[in-house]
């Protein structure tokens, strides 16, 4: 009995050796070279987030909380919160949440929002050059523009205008062309635009200018009730099934249809370059894929809204049709004459549009107009 104790002791005690050596820390190798676990630490850099970090963003868009535009970004940020499979938030306020409509552009700037999107005539009194970067009378159609910005230089003179601004941006969200104009009277040739009276806003207001119309510039709601009251003849609003929501048809009955005035009206996504540089890489291709398919979404959905607004508006009963030849001539040959003496007068301006124009022609060159 008594041997059996001591060699159930024995054995207890040689197990308890052996554990305690197993939990010693490991002894430094001579010469004091760190063992391979050290090194391995080391050589893990920054540790990663933890996985249930949330990065959230907080953004604003110019258009009114119920607009087509804002419901459409936040199809954007709905993409991206889904797609990152719970590692972003991206929250959105509609014009006037966090900053006036509008100034997006400089609240991301300034670090007030993280992103927005950027609508570069916004900036026009910190970038005289930024119209450029929407849409140009007779230049760059829809397609036309996302390609000269990914791969024909576009984005690189964007990114150069805006320097050190501290946003960084996605190219890019197209819109389909505007309605050319509405009239309250038929358009049968360039001479019925003399004295014409007629809402517009943009440069193409000078350029209609110089074929005799006259020029006003009044703000989108107070259109309707202008042309009612017979103070204008004449206006543009955007596309025709935007045009059909502000009740355009029920003023004037003839819409001119042509992409020569304004092709497209091209956005971006604009983000706070501090926030954009603190995503890792998967979470940067999220953002952009997101906002990519957001804008072919986009652009599929108002195409398909136009047709069924033109369909609409015959049945209607209004006069759609094709501005006269003339007059889209005329105004193509005004707005060379306009931005050839804006190019003579800046250098940079001049770069941005030579490179638009040696674009589109080699375009047209490749892939002819019908």
Same mark, same amino acid.
């Given at each position: 009995?008594?041997r059996r104790l001591?060699t ?8 308890t050796?052996?554990l305690?050596?197993?939990c ?5 190798p001579e010469?004091?070279e760190?063992?391979p ?15 249930d970090?949330?990065?959230?963003w ?10 087509s535009?804002n419901k459409r ?13 719970g590692r ?7 014009g006037g949440?966090?900053?006036p409509?509008?100034?997006e552009f400089?609240a991301?700037?300034?670090?007030l929002i993280d ?5 570069s005539?916004?900036v026009?009194?910190v970038?005289?050059?930024a119209?450029?970067f929407a849409y140009?009378?007779g230049?760059?159609?829809a397609l ?7 791969n024909?230089?576009g984005?690189?003179?964007?990114d150069e205008m805006?320097?050190?601004?501290g946003v960084?941006?996605?190219?890019g ?15 049968e040739?360039l001479?019925?635009m003399?004295?014409l009276?007629?809402?517009t806003?943009g440069?193409d ?8 119309v006259?020029?006003v510039f ?5 259109v309707y009730e202008a042309t009612?009251?017979?103070v204008? %003849? @004449?206006?543009?609003?955007? #596309? $025709?099934?935007?045009?059909?929501? /502000?009740?355009?048809?029920e003023?004037?009955d003839?819409? +001119?249809l ?12 604009g983000?706070n370059t501090?926030s ?15 906002y990519l398919?957001n804008?072919?979404?986009?652009y599929g ?19 759609v049709g094709?501005?006269p030849?003339?007059?889209?001539d ?7 004459i306009f931005? %050839? @003496?804006?190019?003579?007068? #800046? $250098?940079?301006?001049?770069?941005? /549009?030579?490179?638009m124009r040696e674009?589109q022609?080699a +375009?047209?060159?490749a892939?002819a107009?019908?």
């Amino acid at each position: 009995m008594m041997r059996r104790l001591v060699t159930m002791l024995f054995s207890v005690l040689i197990v308890t050796g052996l554990l305690v050596a197993g939990c010693a820390p490991a002894a430094a190798p001579e010469g004091g070279e760190p063992s391979p676990a050290e090194e391995e630490e080391e050589d893990a850099g920054t540790p990663a987030a933890a996985e249930d970090e949330v990065i959230e963003w907080l953004g604003q868009h110019h258009d009114a909380a119920g607009g087509s535009k804002n419901k459409r970004f936040q199809e954007f940020c709905d993409r991206v919160n889904l797609a990152s499979n719970g590692r972003m938030k991206l929250t959105l306020q509609a014009g006037g949440g966090i900053v006036p409509a509008t100034e997006e552009f400089d609240a991301t700037h300034k670090g007030l929002i993280d992103f927005c999107e950027a609508y570069s005539p916004y900036v026009l009194d910190v970038f005289p050059n930024a119209g450029l970067f929407a849409y140009t009378v007779g230049g760059l159609s829809a397609l036309e523009y996302v390609y000269w910005m990914r791969n024909g230089g576009g984005a690189a003179l964007y990114d150069e205008m805006l320097g050190d601004y501290g946003v960084t941006l996605i190219h890019g969200k197209l819109f389909p062309p505007e309605t050319f104009i509405w009239t309250t009277k038929p358009l049968e040739s360039l001479d019925d635009m003399q004295g014409l009276k007629m809402r517009t806003a943009g440069d193409d207001g000078e350029m209609l200018s110089e074929m005799g119309v006259s020029v006003v510039f009044l703000a989108g709601g107070e259109v309707y009730e202008a042309t009612q009251r017979g103070v204008i %003849d @004449a206006f543009q609003l955007a #596309d $025709p099934a935007i045009d059909i929501e /502000l009740a355009a048809h029920e003023v004037a009955d003839y819409c +001119y249809l042509s992409p020569v005035r304004q092709p497209t009206d091209y956005s971006c996504l604009g983000m706070n370059t501090e926030s954009w540089e603190a995503l890792p890489d998967d979470l940067k291709q999220v953002v952009d894929d997101a906002y990519l398919a957001n804008s072919l979404e986009v652009y599929g959905e108002l195409m398909q809204a136009n047709i069924e607004a033109i369909e609409f508006l015959k049945d209607y009963g209004t006069n759609v049709g094709p501005i006269p030849k003339d007059i889209e001539d005329e105004l193509i040959k005004q707005a060379n004459i306009f931005y %050839d @003496a804006k190019a003579a007068e #800046d $250098p940079f301006y001049a770069e941005i /549009l030579n490179s638009m124009r040696e674009f589109q022609a080699a +375009y047209a060159l490749a892939y002819a107009r019908y």
